[in-house]
């Protein structure tokens, strides 16, 4: 009898809990804001930094001027790649930024110009500033095979300058850096500090409006200190071609490999 009734209640606690709903968790789940997602690319226009009328194909490619050269400091300078390929163009020929073509005076809105040789320029544009520059040709070399004569007064440096910067000519005098003007613009010379040709050694003790002469085959000028630094040896923004006449003088620095003495003077 106990039995009976045993198994009579289990079958009802079961029956219960067949019949009894069953209760699960609830979730809730809130819609994300909008500034939790991007809008959709396909909704927005297309974006790009570069004008897409730019033609930057190989038929306007660029072979940038070799270093230390009149226009190497110029961006986007140099000789076309492809020049039978250069939009409306006929002939190669150095260009700049804004497209010049052929040669002549290169010209360019923003950075200074330079005079090159050959050629004619394509196009017209608004020159902001023309750089000066002087070849080294044959014709200005004196008998004895300089280039001229280099005087500085308070120094009392009186020596002659030939052409490149190598041992060869620095144990003779002041050497010319070859990629520099020899008389219109930035003339760039260099010289020893030290040992029997030391012409130099004392450059760095020059101070503001002493006065440098020199003299070539073109004629003499004078000019005045306008500053004297201390520069990396390989820091050569002092040899660019500038559109007023200077002299630009380096030597080394003694017991810093690392450096060199940089002197700017400007024509009287």
């Known amino acids: 009898m106990k039995r009976l009734l045993h198994i009579f209640l289990l079958t009802a606690v079961f029956a219960a809990m067949l019949v009894a709903p069953a209760h699960a968790l609830e979730y809730t789940i809130d819609e994300p804001e909008d500034y939790l997602f991007g809008r959709p690319t396909s909704e927005d226009a297309p974006y790009t ?3 897409p009328n730019v033609d930057r194909s190989k038929n306007t490619a660029l072979i940038p001027p070799g270093f230390g050269t009149p226009t190497s400091y110029l961006p986007n300078s140099g000789e076309y790649l492809t020049p039978n390929l250069v939009p409306g163009a006929l002939s190669g ?7 010049s073509v052929g040669g002549g005076t290169v010209t360019n809105s923003g950075y200074p110009a330079v005079d090159v040789s050959g050629g004619t320029s394509q196009f017209s544009y608004t020159t ?6 002087t070849e080294v040709t044959s014709d200005l070399y004196y008998s004895g095979g300089h280039l001229g004569t ?5 120094l009392g440096v009186n020596v002659k300058i030939y052409e490149g910067t190598d041992s060869a000519q620095l144990a003779k005098g002041a050497g010319h ?4 003007s020899i008389w219109n613009g930035n003339v760039c ?4 500090n030290r040992g029997v040709t030391n012409h130099f050694g004392k450059i760095h003790t020059m101070n503001a409006g002493d006065t440098i002469t020199l003299t070539t085959q073109l004629g003499t000028r004078t000019y005045s200190v306008t500053s004297v630094t201390k520069v990396s ?3 050569t923004s002092g040899t660019v071609a500038t559109s007023g006449n200077q002299i630009t003088l380096y030597t080394c620095v ?6 060199r003495w940089c002197v700017v003077a400007q024509e009287v």
């Open 233 to 235: 040896e390989t820091d």
């Open 150 to 154: 280099l005087k500085i007064p308070s």
């Open 177 to 180: 850096f070859t990629n520099t």
């Open 189 to 192: 010379l260099a010289g020893h």
């Open 49 to 51: 930094a570069e004008n």
């Open 93 to 99: 020929g150095l260009v700049n930024q804004v497209g």
């Open 254 to 259: 003694m017991n810093e490999r690392d450096y």
């Open 128 to 133: 902001t500033q023309t750089t000066a520059y």
